[in-house]
Structures are given as C-alpha cells and as structure tokens.
C-alpha cells in the first residue's frame, strides 16, 4: 500500500500493473494517473468514479474478463487473485448455493452474453442470487449501464486497498509498500 503523496510522486510504469489489478482498463489506469497529483485519497476516489463513468462497453468487457463468475474462486497468489476471494468471501460454498449461483450464472450469461458482476463485498449468497434475478429482467442497455456502475465499485474497493490516506512511512517503496 502506498499513501497519496507516494501514489502522486512514483512513475506511472511502477504502479500502473497495481491499478490494471484494481479496474483491468488501461484507459482508465492511464487517465488517473495522468489527474495526479491528488491532494487527498476523497479526490483520487472521486477522480476515479468519474474516469469510470466514461467506461465503454470495450472497457468493460475487457475488465470482465479479469473477474471470475460469482461462486468461482479466481485461482493464483497474485494480488487481484487474492482481492477476487476476499471479495467473495461470504459466498457460501455448500452445494446447494454452489449448484444456485451456477444455474443463475449460465441464465445470465444466456441472456446477455457475459459473466454476471456485482460487487460481492459484504453481500450474502442470497442477496447475491436475488441480484442476478433482478438483473435478468433488465433490458441490454440498463443491464450495462449497472455492469458499470459494479465495475466502479470494484474499482474504488480495490484502489483503497492500494492507495492509503495516511502520511508516508520512510523506507517503504512507493511500488510495493514493501520495507525497502
């Protein structure tokens, strides 16, 4: 993890494989980049809100495919690996809910031709598969319009889980939050 100040001041190529990891849109990671410096981790949120409000549906096809269905495990020790199973971690993973959520996921992607995305932190199994119900009634242009609008929440989870608020601790490299 890195504070603003550090996120304002590393090069762009040292942290730009940790924003593809938060939003895997290279548009988006480059445009925020570009915004900085940020005076605050408000601002830098906001600015990324923002960026991914203008997502088109390249940008978010793109970045799907960097998700996992919802009850799948994204496999690896990579950081957006890790991020992907912490997120859905109140999945429950008894067969019932397992076989649910994979009967939901093939409708879904039946009907709209992509994996179905929510953004899963905190939300239960059942508030999960009441979503996707939800969502199948949705027309192609609503149902992309809120596939971006989780794209985004994602997104400002996972870069608060890269970038910090707090004051910058000396001997941490800036790329890796890692003791130098």
């Known amino acids: 993890m890195v504070t603003v100040d550090e996120f304002n001041e590393v090069e762009g190529a ?18 925020l980049l570009g915004a900085r410096p940020f005076p ?11 960026l991914a409000d203008t ?8 970045a799907l495919a960097a998700h996992p269905r919802i009850g799948e495990r994204r496999e690896g020790e990579d950081r957006g690996a890790a991020w992907s199973r912490e997120e859905q971690s ?18 879904y992607e039946k009907r709209f031709g992509r ?3 929510i953004c899963a932190t905190g939300l239960t199994s059942q ?12 027309d192609e242009d609503t149902e992309a319009k809120v596939v971006a609008t989780e794209l985004r929440k994602i997104a400002r989870l996972r870069l608060q889980k890269v970038v910090s608020a707090g004051r910058a601790t000396v001997g941490e490299s800036a790329a890796t939050g890692e003791s130098a």
């Open 127 to 138: 508030e999960i598969l009441n979503a996707v119900l939800l969502r199948l009634g949705n």
């Open 115 to 117: 994996v179905f995305l």
């Open 14 to 31: 040292a942290i730009r494989p940790a924003l593809l990891e938060c939003c895997d849109v290279p548009a988006w990671a480059d445009a």
């Open 55 to 62: 997502f088109t549906r390249e940008d978010v096809d793109r």
């Open 90 to 107: 109140g999945v429950a993973a008894d067969v019932e809910t397992i076989a649910s959520l994979a009967s939901a996921n093939r409708l």
């Open 40 to 50: 605050d981790l408000d601002s830098l949120l906001d600015t990324s809100d923002l």
